[in-house]
């Protein structure tokens, strides 16, 4: 009963600053969602520099020496090593974002 003329000039207040949290949720959703994508092109960018660094390694290692197993080097060892975290941060960053692109997919 109260949703009167003078109610909703009591509670301009009220309106405003729930308005404005929704338009600030609201931002904040598609900033992060911004965020992921720039992340996911940055990471995907790291992940080539990181395969041309094990081919670069491992002509390197063959050329050194041929019977050497490409996998007793530490130096490959490492890049495999950033290689796998690159792929688990991308794979992480690409479920987030399409949960947030598809909320209703996650539902069913």
């Known amino acids: ?34 965020s992921l994508t720039y992340d996911i092109h940055e990471l995907k960018k790291k992940k080539g520099k990181i395969h041309r660094k094990i081919g670069k390694r491992t002509s390197e290692v063959r050329k050194r020496s041929p019977e050497m197993e490409l996998f007793a080097d530490n130096e490959m060892v490492k890049l495999f090593s950033k290689l796998e975290g690159v792929d688990e941060r991308i794979e992480t960053c690409i479920q987030e974002r399409e949960a947030r692109l598809y909320p209703a997919a996650d539902a069913i």
């Open 1 to 34: 009963m109260g949703e009167g003329f003078r109610y909703n000039i009591q509670h301009m207040g009220d309106i405003f600053v729930d308005s404005l949290e929704r338009t600030v949720d609201s931002l904040k959703s598609s900033f992060r969602g911004v």
